[in-house]
């Protein structure tokens, strides 16, 4: 009994600092409609930041209390300094792009914290005269983690009282709901951004620097901490405060009570908690239905075309060049590179699939990539298998994870179809992390080695064998009449389905296809690595492939293949020749972003025709 | 007050406006008539900064606004009533008007609440209802109310009239030359030529985003070939 209360309380505390965080990120997001990838990194600068400040100042309470509120100041103004110098440039950027800049600026981030504070974990110091505990039925409670718990109501409260009662309050929720009529009443937006900016990252900053007396500081806090407020705030509804809040419960306490009841599964858990939610209520708990965005005067997406003539004998030119060449070079190291570059592309091209003419986003295609690797690795572990049927069998296993996570994906839109992807996606992560008896957990599957015929070269012929057909066949079914319809629904999914055309299933079968061809791939890779790894469908690979698309374009069929390509070799060359390869490949996608808002590919494309139009 | 001079403007690849002019004189209330999708909105949000014009210049009050983001061409004093009213449907009443209220301009009566529930009476009815619990009549007021708040010289007026039962005309028309008879001038964009020639001075029609005819509201209605030619269906 006493033990319940106990983890009851733990629960509230974590509660309390998972609503910090969302707070911040449902704010911004209301207003601005970017879902901040590096609000995570604003969190973990807090903390560091925190550490930095209260070490150098006086001990005592002043000194402890004052750093924090200092912290969070500096991440806020950190954060509006973001929105000024990158964000404010991208608003009319397709809404990915923007996605695309903050995933840039957690790159950036987390070398910038390597490089001022160093890899190892850092040990805060405890809050002054919080250090004792309380006695609660005949158990002891550390003092600081009720006073964790105070925090939260209180900021819930004063952020209420904000946005009810002052003007400024009043100006965000109506854009919140409409911003250019806001500004068409007068209101400069900038300065109604860029100060949301400074509120929500400050709220981050904050809970960031609270954690200081709890646990250490260290390089993982950012993504660890985006994954958990992403599910509370797409559980409690974007954009909504009171949600936030009670989905922080929520979810604070299922981690609480998770640990005690079901210890092996705690991972999952959370991620199942919030597929329940979205698949009963697909706007969260709290939230509303998204006001029609044609209010957001926005350049309508190119449509998708076949490539110019010059352009495919390029492409051809390519190809043949990527078939010859490799028996001239020198090494297995170009060959381990090049197999590498294929399997990527194909898993780019099957990510695209789905994003580009699918219009869904995916945050968790990883799961996909790794299954198939799991898949086949586990073949050949268990049974024995040879290489060939199980990198057969490797597009089923993906494409049947594929039929369930996708049943449940594809019935939402926008952002919180991409959320539940990145649920499944956690959820098959934590299955290949913690399932050690067939997986071997974070020792993964090795020995996972080719037939004796495929030598590095004839592998690599392989998968660029694969990887060919799979893309064009991935392209030829994009400009078929499935690809049509396809996109008819994604353009307008009212009209698609008055003429007839079932948005679902179109959507679940084009799911369950880029699920197979990324099971394709990691078939692949797992020949190629001769081993897998939970690492193999983690979030830094969804990312890896997001990257790899968004860098591309996502409306050229030639976007992924570029992307995959520049990514591949950039990072590639990037972590051979610095330990800083994040900072370098962050700023380059920052660049890249804010000169080519259309991707690569698309930067590509116009210039060709304004160059044939001359 | 208003000076529209080769105006053109584009959405993608498609033309919507081609060389547009016209001018709106002070304490006027000048009428834009045309078809559906002949560029009456477009001319009201290129006009506002809502649509980036690609050549022409706007001068208000012979400074040239064309370019400006729209909150810049909002606190030089235009005021825009969306034709789909876009109220804040979660904010009440009186929220939404605060969201529209700007400073007083020397030389006009400045616009409060009391003043404008003098103006839309069944507005001050319902102060603390949120606009999404209101009718389309009501909150098309408050759409004309809340862009009242900003205290604008000139009001660009998109279809104040789509979609409302007769009676609320009629009451939207006492409204507009009311608010004439205070100074105020008036771009109207309309379909309803009942409307139209309730309120206004001057009409011009476009037509494919040219502007066709221009003159007094009262040679338009005699003129029955022009009539016939652009604006009957």
Excluded at chain 1, 42 to 66: D, E, K, Q, S
Aim: charged share 15%.
């Amino acid at each position: 009994m006493e033990n319940l209360l106990l983890q009851a309380l733990n629960g509230l505390a974590s509660a309390s600092s998972l609503f910090l965080v969302a707070s911040g990120l449902t704010v911004i997001f209301g207003v601005t409609r970017i879902v901040n990838f590096a609000h995570g990194s604003l969190y973990m600068l807090g903390a560091y930041l925190a550490f930095t400040i209260v070490t150098n100042l006086p001990r005592g309470h002043a000194g402890f209390w004052g750093g924090v509120v200092l912290a969070a100041l500096a991440v806020g103004a950190i954060g509006a300094l973001l929105e000024m110098l990158l964000l404010r440039r991208i608003y009319r950027a397709p809404e990915l792009f923007q996605l695309l800049a903050t995933f840039g600026v957690v790159l950036v981030v987390q070398d910038v914290a390597l490089l001022i504070w160093g890899a190892q974990d850092l040990l805060g110091p405890r809050a002054p005269g919080l250090r004792g505990s309380v006695e609660l039925l005949g158990l002891r409670f550390p003092l600081y983690e009720l006073v964790l718990i105070g925090i939260g109501p209180v900021v819930l409260g004063l952020l209420l009282l904000l946005f009810k009662r002052t003007r400024w309050g009043t100006l965000v929720r109506a854009a919140t709901q409409d911003r250019e009529m806001v500004g068409a009443l007068g209101v400069n937006q900038r300065w109604l951004f860029t100060s949301v900016f400074f509120l929500g990252s400050a709220l981050a900053g904050l809970a960031g620097a609270l954690q200081l007396p709890r646990e250490s500081v260290n390089l993982h806090m950012d993504l660890a901490t985006i994954t958990e407020v992403f599910v509370v705030v797409v559980v409690g509804g974007l954009g909504s405060l009171p949600g936030a809040a009670l989905a922080a419960l929520l979810i604070g306490e299922i981690h609480a009570f998770g640990i005690l009841v079901f210890p092996k599964i705690t991972l999952v858990l959370v991620f199942l908690v919030m597929a329940v939610v979205l698949v009963v209520r697909p706007r969260g708990l709290f939230g509303k239905a998204q006001m029609a965005q044609a209010a957001v005067a926005s350049v309508a997406e190119p449509v998708l075309g076949r490539a110019p003539a010059q352009l495919k004998w390029l492409g051809f030119l390519a190809l043949v060049v990527a078939v010859a060449a490799p028996p001239f070079l020198a090494g297995d190291y170009a060959l381990i590179v090049l197999t590498d570059m294929a399997i990527a592309v194909l898993f780019a091209a099957s990510l695209h699939f789905i994003m580009g003419p699918g219009g869904m986003a995916s945050f968790g295609h990883a799961a996909y990539f790794g299954i198939g690797a799991y898949g086949a690795a586990l073949l050949t572990k268990w049974f024995a298998a040879p290489m060939v049927p199980a990198l057969l069998a490797a597009p089923f296993c993906a494409g049947l994870a594929g039929v369930l996570f996708g049943f449940f994906c594809v019935r939402l839109s926008g952002v919180y179809s991409a959320m539940l992807t990145l649920a499944f996606a956690q959820i098959a992560w934590s299955v290949a992390f913690q399932w050690v008896e067939v997986t071997g957990g974070d020792n993964g599957v090795l020995g996972v080695w080719p037939d004796p015929w495929a030598t590095k070269l004839n592998f690599y012929w392989l998968a660029l064998g694969c990887s060919v057909f799979g893309t064009l066949a991935l392209r030829r079914i994009a400009l078929s009449p499935f690809g049509y319809a396809l996109r008819a629904q994604r353009d307008n999914a009212l009209r698609a389905e008055a003429i007839g055309i079932n948005g679902f299933e179109i959507r679940w079968v084009a799911f369950v296809l880029a699920a197979g061809f990324a099971g394709v791939a990691g078939g692949l890779f797992a020949f190629a690595k001769g081993s897998v790894f939970p690492t193999a469908l983690d979030i830094p690979r969804s990312v890896d492939a997001l990257l790899m698309v968004l860098l591309g374009g996502v409306q050229t069929l030639a976007g992924p293949l570029l992307g995959a390509l520049a990514f591949t070799g950039l990072h590639e060359q990037l972590v051979r020749a610095t330990d800083y390869w994040r900072l370098v490949l962050g700023s380059v996608i920052l660049l890249l972003v804010l000169a080519f808002p259309q991707g690569l590919a698309g930067a590509v494309r116009q210039w060709w025709d304004s160059r044939r139009r001359a | 007050m208003l000076k529209v001079q080769g105006l053109s403007a584009h959405y993608g690849r498609a033309h919507i406006l081609d060389d547009v002019g016209f001018e709106v004189p002070a304490g006027q209330v000048v009428v834009l008539l045309g078809r559906n999708g002949a560029g009456k909105s477009t001319t009201l949000k290129a006009v506002m900064g809502m649509v980036r014009p690609s050549a022409g210049q706007v001068l208000f009050e012979g400074r040239d606004i064309a370019g400006r983001e729209a909150y810049q061409i909002a606190r030089a004093g235009l005021g825009y009533v969306p034709e789909e009213r876009r109220i804040f449907s979660e904010l009440t009443v009186r929220e939404n008007l605060s969201v529209g209220r700007r400073p007083p301009v020397p030389g006009l009566r400045p616009w409060d609440e009391a003043r404008l529930y003098g103006l839309f009476p069944a507005l001050g009815a319902m102060q603390d209802r949120p606009g999404g619990r209101m009718s389309g009549g009501e909150q098309q007021m408050l759409s004309i109310a809340r862009t009242l708040m900003g205290n604008p010289r000139l009001l660009l007026l998109d279809e104040p009239s789509e979609g409302l039962a007769p009676v609320v005309v009629q009451r939207m028309a006492q409204a507009v030359r009311q608010l004439k008879a205070e100074g105020l001038s008036i771009l109207l964009a309309e379909q309803n030529l009942y409307f139209a020639h309730a309120v206004a001075d001057r009409a011009v029609i476009i037509e494919q985003g040219r502007i066709r005819w221009e003159g007094g509201m009262v040679e338009l209605l005699n003129d029955e070939s022009t009539y016939q030619q652009y604006l009957s269906l």
